[in-house]
């Protein structure tokens, strides 16, 4: 086995914007797996193109950049943040803007309005909590996610940042206290990604609630039961010092928000 392959595998143009200890980490189970270096590293391709998918092209995250460039120059119009947020396939499908702002009051009501918020595998989440003036700290293993996050909070003082993490890792989860942690469509992406890694990282959590959610649609848009499936899986899956507080569906999204016992 070619030991040095991964530094390759972290310089390849396409995996340069992912966090390097996400590339380690899949090298390294699909390099157990498999014998022969080229297997591998077809598995390790594949993986990483599962993990990371194409939530936001290069060129999505230019156009983000300039349009919140836009929004800062030209007095915050909500019609430019929304324009910036379309450019995440996630965010993209929690628009419009009224639309995101009814989901979160409804989120915030049962909560109560947090004072500081943890964002786990955020995308570019955070850019709309900052707008609305809710602190937040934002990890996801995009790079170019987390520099939109802090250049947006460095350039109109909003109360945002990230930071360049993979949850799976040692030290991904910040162990600080915060009154909410989001995880918006990343427990199966997580348990994918490591059978249990899901509920780990729930426990792992310093936050007195989790609101957790599950797409209900396909890509396509279609219902094929998505969101039977995902309840049934957090029923099963509840962290034991958590209770639910509240769930909820919208038109494609399914919300846990699991209150500390
Ligand atoms: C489906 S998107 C959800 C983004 C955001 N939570 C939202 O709903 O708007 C999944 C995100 O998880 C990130 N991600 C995947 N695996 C991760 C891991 N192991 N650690 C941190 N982030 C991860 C991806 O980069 C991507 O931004």
């Known amino acids: 086995m070619n030991r040095d392959y991964p530094e390759k595998l972290l310089q390849s143009k396409k995996y340069r914007d992912v966090c390097p200890d996400t590339v380690r980490r899949v090298w390294a189970a699909c390099a157990a797996r498999y014998k022969k270096p080229k297997d591998a590293d077809k598995a390790a391709r594949e993986a990483l193109h599962g993990i990371t998918g194409a939530f936001m092209t290069p060129a999505d995250a230019a156009a983000c950049a300039d349009s919140l460039r836009d929004w800062l120059a030209l007095d915050r119009p909500d019609a430019l943040l929304a324009e910036a947020l379309r450019r995440h396939a996630s965010t993209l499908e929690r ?44 990890v996801d293993i995009s790079q170019s996610a987390v520099d939109l996050i802090n250049g947006f909070g460095a350039s109109c003082g909003a109360p945002v940042r990230a930071v360049c ?3 799976l890792c040692d030290g991904g989860i910040p162990d600080e206290r915060f009154d909410v942690a989001l995880m918006f469509k990343v427990l199966p992406l997580l348990e994918r990604q490591r059978t249990g890694a899901a509920a780990q990282v729930m426990d792992a959590v310093n936050a007195a609630y989790i609101v957790a959610s599950f797409p209900t649609r396909t890509l396509g848009g279609r219902n094929v039961g998505m969101a039977g499936h995902y309840s049934d899986w957090m029923e099963a ?14 038109e ?4 846990y928000i699991l209150k500390e016992l």
Do not use: Q, W
């Open 237 to 250: 899956h509840l962290p034991g010092n958590r209770s639910v507080a509240g769930r909820f569906e919208t």
């Open 252 to 255: 494609n999204e399914l919300f």
């Open 165 to 167: 993490a993979d949850l």
């Open 95 to 138: 628009l419009p803007l009224f639309a995101m702002d009814a989901l979160y009051g409804r989120i915030f009501d049962i909560t109560g309005k947090p004072g500081r918020v943890l964002d786990l595998a955020c995308g570019v989440n955070p850019i709309y909590l900052g707008a609305r003036g809710i602190d937040t700290t934002g």
